[in-house]
T-cell receptor, first 116, second 108 residues
Framework: DSGVTQTPKHLITATGQRVTLRCSPRSGDLSVYWYQQSLDQGLQFLIQYYNGEERAKGNILERFSAQQFPDLHSELNLSSLELGDSALYFC???????????????FGSGTQLSVL | GIQVEQSPPDLILQEGANSTLRCNFSDSVNNLQWFHQNPWGQLINLFYIPSGTKQNGRLSATTVATERYSLLYISSSQTTDSGVYFCAVMPGTYKYIFGTGTRLKVLA
């Protein structure tokens, strides 16, 4: 168990709908990363937050948004869903506290999103 | 952007065999990790290794940052080693870029 919690584990929804994925980082970790894994695109970086602030952005669609709350949990919101958004969405956390540990990532078990 | 290539893309081994997986990256990096994605989809940390050599049981890893590659060695492979192995690199700060992965199948 990595200590990173993601909910829900599975989500089935229809095109055009909106969903929210939730992530609780490991205790004490300040950074949260979101990744999308699909069969044809591999693991794609979406966005990173550090202590409530957005710090890096990757290939995140405009229909997607995220935030990190004061208690450090994060939510990824996906709207106007399309069939191609079906994928495994991972959250990861890292300490981001000192140069010794660096940015070591710990992954949650993922949310499998199916858009029908 | 940085390119991260892993080889071989697929590997089939008999139980007990040894293997070497390679990760090449096209630019300098600050951090590098190896992960194992098991058949249930979980991503498990293997090594955090921006440079040097580390060992953990039957697994070891070496990163030569100046030559832009990392190697993961698996000795005496077991069926539980099956899955996909990813390297991930952080070229600047704040985001890891994942390689294409090596899919390993170990036969009993």
């Amino acid at each position: 168990d990595s200590g990173v919690t993601q909910t829900p584990k599975h989500l089935i929804t229809a095109t055009g709908q909106r969903v929210t994925l939730r992530c609780s980082p490991r205790s004490g970790d300040l950074s949260v990363y979101w990744y999308q894994q699909s069969l044809d695109q591999g693991l794609q970086f979406l966005i990173q937050y550090y202590n409530g602030e957005e710090r890096a952005k990757g290939n995140i669609l405009e229909r997607f948004s995220a935030q990190q709350f004061p208690d450090l949990h994060s939510e990824l919101n996906l709207s106007s869903l399309e069939l191609g958004d079906s994928a495994l969405y991972f959250c990861a956390s890292s300490p981001s506290r000192d140069r010794v540990s660096g940015e070591k990532l710990f992954f949650g078990s993922g949310t499998q999103l199916s858009v029908l | 952007g940085i390119q991260v290539e892993q080889s071989p893309p697929d590997l089939i081994l008999q139980e007990g065999a040894n293997s070497t997986l390679r990760c090449n990256f096209s630019d300098s990096v600050n951090n590098l990790q190896w992960f194992h994605q098991n058949p249930w989809g979980q991503l498990i940390n293997l090594f955090y290794i921006p440079s040097g050599t580390k060992q953990n049981g039957r697994l070891s890893a070496t990163t030569v940052a100046t030559e832009r590659y990392s190697l993961l060695y698996i000795s005496s492979s077991q069926t539980t080693d099956s899955g996909v192995y990813f390297c991930a690199v952080m070229p600047g700060t704040y985001k890891y870029i994942f390689g294409t992965g090596t899919r390993l199948k170990v036969l009993a």
